[in-house]
């Protein structure tokens, strides 16, 4: 349960390297667009990546971003985008001229669209795994639901039962300089919407996620 399989890796290589070319043929793109493309370029978390850098930046917890911020969260994550773009970007999203952008809805716009059904599967799985609803998964959670018996390092002694729930967690948080063993919601839809991206066939999505977590 909840291993990524071979033909999942497939597709994420091939949405990076569909990002790139499509970054590099020289046509003039949306900024929007430009920056999921260049989220798209760093895998399944790239999104997710760009998000947890905008909220180590929100110190109040009032998930809003001035220009500073938000150029620095785009920097930091490395993204190839160009001041001018920031720019734009910022002042599409700062819709009321105050000085700030909402994170939550900026993330949401950068988000690739989803239908219901896949986003009721995401609902559906991420409700599995927080065991407690207290709307966050850990380690704790995943013990309840997922046995570590039958994975072949637990059976070769090469991993611990917290290595290996620890693997999965980091599933989320790779790249990431800030690994805090938990996985909120916002997360894992950001993690699950790239790989949305990166699977045109709903029912080849919708078994995926089902095998995955086998809802």
């Known amino acids: ?81 160009s001041d001018a773009d920031i720019d734009d970007l910022f002042k599409t999203f700062d819709a009321d001229n105050d000085g700030s952008i909402n994170m939550t809805e900026f993330l949401i716009k950068l988000r690739p669209p989803m239908n219901n059904h896949r986003l ?3 609902d559906q799985a991420f409700a599995k795994l927080d065991t407690n609803g207290d709307g966050e998964i850990n380690a704790d959670d995943l013990k309840h639901i997922y046995s570590v018996r039958d994975h072949p390092k637990y059976l070769s002694g ?8 620890k693997l999965f967690l980091n599933n989320f948080e790779n790249g990431s300089d800030n690994q805090d063993g938990i996985v909120t ?24 996620m089902r095998r995955a977590y086998k809802l």
């Open 185 to 208: 919601k916002e997360e894992f839809v950001n993690y699950y919407a790239t790989v949305s991206a990166s699977i045109d066939n709903d029912a080849f999505f919708d078994l995926m």
């Open 120 to 122: 009721d599967l995401i």
């Open 1 to 81: 349960m909840m291993h990524r399989n071979d033909c999942y890796y497939t597709k994420e290589a091939e949405l990076k390297n569909t990002a790139k070319r499509e970054l590099a043929n020289g046509l003039d793109k949306d900024p929007i667009y430009k920056l999921r493309l260049q989220c798209f370029s760093r895998g399944a978390t790239g999104i997710l990546g760009l998000a947890r850098a905008f909220r180590i930046m929100d110190d109040d917890g009032s998930k809003s971003l001035n220009m500073e911020e938000f150029k620095k969260g785009i920097n930091d994550w490395g993204l190839d985008i």
């Open 158 to 165: 090469e991993l611990t039962e917290s290595e290996i729930l």
